[in-house]
């Protein structure tokens, strides 16, 4: 049972579960509106821009590469979502059109990064800038607003008592894990990751992997905006600013690393829906608005850090419980054996 236990605790995501409940708890200790259901739903219909984000940057991040120009793909994307959708635009050829837009900046970066070989950090830190100026060019600076309310009554849309934001989220999460566990193309963004090489030795197409990882990052993005038009019902000239750093802090709370070959969506996910909970938790704490960025980052470094800890110590429990079991194994071997040579 104890070693069940410790097995159950090594694994990131149910490790990430308990400090959620946690984390629910001491903050609900402070205030009891914090862990009601209506404020835990919105805190988690609030977090599913990060979410969704989180896992489009894992597929990056699992190849053992970085896209910092989500923030800015996100910003174009609600700004083309927003304008197309004030021109009266039907809402899925504005779907299939912002996706586009995502995929075809996700397609420059993976380009860039895989046949030029830049640097992912420097390629994507580049479209960043070029993105956020081609938002700013295409808006003309201007905030746009007269969204139709069609469009953000979606936000309010329940599905079996859940906003449909949560099922977008969802359904994200559920098809990027069966894509990178029940496929073989799927399990080569983690050979990609974990051994360059190697993944090119036994043929596996390590380029053009690495350009799908950054286009489904760049989609994942577009879905971004595409949702927070729909939850805010304006864009302004600032959309996706900063976000970038806090994708990549939430996949890697969730446990996906940032060297590559390791992680997985559903931590991705619970890290991004984690981060939100510790940035939101201020709030209820009546804490003021200006130490929020200091006090969420220390606390996001001191739970990482315990996590990390607490996960070494497990797997050095867990080996000398292997290696006390391997002597007892080996103790008994020899009894056997002194036992059979003493037999005439």
Not at 2 to 11: A, G
Not at 112 to 139: E, H, K, N, W
Not at 203 to 215: D, W
Not at 287 to 313: C, E, H, R
Request: net charge positive.
């Amino acid at each position: 049972m104890k070693k069940l236990l410790i097995k159950s605790i090594q694994v990131r995501e149910i490790s990430i579960v308990i400090l959620l409940i946690a984390f629910f708890l001491l903050v609900g200790s402070i205030n009891q509106e914090f862990i009601k259901i209506d404020s835990i739903t919105l805190l988690v219909s609030g977090s599913i821009i990060l979410l969704v984000m989180a896992i489009g940057q894992s597929f990056v991040l699992l190849t053992a590469n970085i896209d910092v120009s989500v923030g800015s793909i996100m910003g174009i994307s609600a700004a083309v979502c927003g304008s197309l959708l004030v021109s009266g635009l039907n809402v899925w050829v504005v779907v299939i059109t912002v996706m586009a837009v995502g995929a075809f900046i996700g397609l420059i970066n993976g380009l860039g990064v895989s046949y030029l070989r830049i640097p992912s950090i420097i390629m994507t830190l580049g479209m960043l800038g070029i993105v956020r100026g081609a938002m700013l060019l295409y808006t003309e600076g201007m905030w746009i607003e007269a969204i139709p309310n069609d469009y953000k009554r979606l936000s309010n849309t329940e599905i079996l008592f859940l906003p449909l934001p949560i099922w977008i989220g969802f359904v994200v999460m559920i098809i990027a894990y069966l894509f990178l566990t029940k496929t073989k193309k799927g399990r080569y963004f983690y050979a990609v990751g974990d051994n360059e090489e190697g993944a090119r030795l036994v043929g596996i197409p390590v380029r053009l992997i690495k350009v799908l990882a950054f286009i489904i990052s760049g989609m994942s993005a577009s879905i971004a905006g595409l949702v927070f038009v729909m939850n805010i019902g304006f864009v302004p000239n600032t959309t996706g600013s900063g976000i970038e750093l806090e994708v990549i802090a939430a996949a890697v709370l969730g446990g996906v690393s940032l060297s590559g070959g390791l992680g997985t969506v559903v931590g991705a996910g619970l890290g991004a829906v984690f981060f939100t909970v510790i940035n939101q938790s201020l709030v209820y704490m009546k804490i003021p608005a200006y130490w929020n960025s200091a006090i969420s980052g220390f606390l996001l470094l001191m739970i990482v850090i315990g996590d990390t800890k607490f996960q070494s110590y497990l797997k050095r429990k867990s080996r000398h419980h292997v290696k006390e079991k391997s002597n007892d194994g080996g103790e008994e071997v020899r009894a056997s054996d002194s036992k059979n040579k003493a037999i005439p």
